[in-house]
C-alpha cells in the first residue's frame, strides 16, 4: 500500500514538473532578443545625394510585415530580412518603370530579422545598424531602390538615412544608436522641407 502510494506521488510530481517545464519553456521560448549587426552601409553626404541615388520616393503606412530568412543547402542564410506592405500615400518621385500613385501597395525590405534559436527557447532579432521597423501606427516618407534580386521588392536607400517617420516632428526617437543618427535627423529635416510634407 506505501508503495503505491510513493508510486502515485512520484508519478504525480513527474507530471508537475513536467507540466511546469513546459510552462516554462513556452514562456521563454516567446521572448525576443536584440542583436544588433553593425554593418558597413551605403552613406550619403546630402539630401541631393539620397534623392539621386533613390528610384521611388513615396510617402505612406505600412501595412502587414513578414518575416523573411532563406537558406542555402549547408544551412548559411542568402537573404534575410522583414518584408513590409507599405501603402503609398504620395509620390514624390518615380525614376522606376512602373506609374505608381495613391493607393498602391508596394513591399519594401526593412533590413531587421527574426531567427528562431531552434531547441533554445526564444528568437532572436536581428537587426542592422540597430534599424527599427515601421510602425502601422505611424506614417513615412520613404527613398528607395528595387532590390537587385526580387523586382517586386524595395530596399531603402542608405537604411537608416532613407526612412523617415513623417507624424512626428524633429527627433522622433527613432534613430537612436544609428550610425550618422545626427545626420538622419538633418537629412529628415530638409526633405520634408524640400517635399512640401508637414
Known amino acids: 500500500m506505501k508503495r503505491n502510494k510513493i508510486i502515485t506521488a512520484s508519478v504525480a510530481l513527474s507530471g508537475f514538473i513536467s507540466l511546469v517545464l513546459s510552462l516554462w519553456y513556452m514562456s521563454a521560448d516567446k521572448k525576443v532578443s536584440l542583436s544588433i549587426i553593425h554593418a558597413k552601409q551605403v552613406s550619403f553626404n546630402t539630401v541631393d545625394e539620397i534623392i539621386n541615388f533613390s528610384q521611388l520616393v513615396v510617402t505612406g503606412k505600412p501595412l502587414e510585415s513578414e518575416n523573411f530568412v532563406t537558406f542555402d543547402e549547408r544551412g548559411f542564410t542568402v537573404d534575410a530580412y522583414t518584408i ?4 503609398i500615400n504620395k509620390v514624390l518621385e518615380n525614376k522606376t518603370t512602373y506609374d505608381y500613385k495613391a493607393g498602391d501597395i508596394i513591399k519594401v525590405a526593412e533590413p531587421s530579422y527574426i531567427y528562431d534559436n531552434g531547441i533554445m527557447p526564444g528568437k532572436t532579432k536581428f537587426s542592422i545598424n540597430n534599424y527599427r ?7 513615412y516618407l520613404l527613398l528607395l531602390v528595387p532590390d537587385f534580386k526580387y523586382d517586386d521588392l524595395y530596399v531603402i536607400s542608405g537604411v537608416n538615412e532613407g526612412k523617415h517617420n513623417i ?10 544608436g544609428v ?8 537629412f529628415k529635416e530638409e526633405l520634408m522641407k524640400k517635399f512640401n510634407i508637414y
Open 167 to 176: 507624424d512626428i516632428p524633429g527627433n522622433d526617437g527613432e534613430k537612436v
Open 133 to 139: 521597423n515601421m510602425d502601422k501606427n505611424h506614417s
Open 84 to 87: 513590409t506592405q507599405f501603402k
Open 179 to 186: 550610425p550618422h543618427g545626427e545626420k538622419n535627423y538633418k
